[in-house]
């Protein structure tokens, strides 16, 4: 299944072509722009020693959220009995808090991410069925041992390679920062680049296609 990233062999280790990594490691690049420059909320997850620094980086600079310790099962599934004591507040089109919404957010579904970037999907598996049961997006590291359809957008690299995860994090984060700060200027200019669902209820099919930061199958179909 992975044959297709694969370069060659050499002493018995399979080397991943550098032209496959970038080619996908740009189409994750616009997922994740596109999503920041929607007001969508990005997960970055990575559970490995060594990895807390650049997940939470990455977070910081895309305007996220981040996870280095164990997941919690039941995190999205169950996320009423997990996560229902957390805060939640609602901000404008300038990342402002806006005040005066508490009886509606009492009410309101647990936050849910729009998109989970994770590092190490050999660990986190039960993370990314939660997700696939829920119709959230995930961008992955895919090494030879990993399976690609774990992950709706694939990153074929080396994940065991500290220094290669850091630079796919920081280049990540970086598109999310991109994304963020174009929502921004455009909000400046009077142009929203995305419509808040309602304050109650569920989201409507428009709005949570707008999350996947444009068209979902131009995206998919469009790796280089």
Not at 99 to 123: H, I, Q, T, Y
Not at 187 to 201: E, F, I, K, Q, R
Not at 205 to 213: E, I, N
């Amino acid at each position: 299944m992975n044959s297709r990233y694969i370069f060659g062999i050499r002493q018995g280790i399979h080397i991943i072509s550098l032209d496959v990594t970038a080619s996908h490691l740009r189409r994750a690049c616009r997922v994740v722009s596109g999503v920041a420059e929607r007001g969508g909320l990005i997960l970055f997850v990575g559970t490995r020693p060594g990895q807390d620094r650049c997940v939470v980086r990455a977070a910081e600079m895309a305007g996220g959220c981040h996870l280095f310790e164990r997941w919690t099962p039941g995190s999205i599934t169950n996320g009423h009995q997990i996560l229902g004591m957390c805060r939640t507040k609602i901000v404008d089109e300038y990342d402002r808090e806006i005040s005066g919404f508490d009886e509606e957010l009492r009410d309101r579904p647990v936050l849910r991410p729009d998109l989970v970037v994770c590092l190490n999907p050999l660990e986190n598996w039960v993370m990314l069925h939660e997700c696939g049961l829920n119709a959230i997006p995930t961008i992955g590291i895919i090494d030879t041992d990993a399976n690609p359809t774990w992950v709706t957008y694939p990153i074929p690299a080396n994940d065991d390679s500290l220094r290669c995860v850091q630079v796919i994090a920081g280049v990540l984060g970086r598109a999310g920062e991109e994304g963020q700060n174009s929502r921004r200027e455009k909000a400046m200019h009077g142009n929203v680049t995305y419509t808040p669902d309602s304050l109650v209820g569920q989201a409507t099919k428009g709005s949570a296609g707008a999350k996947t930061g444009g068209d979902p199958e131009a995206i998919h179909n469009s790796p280089s």
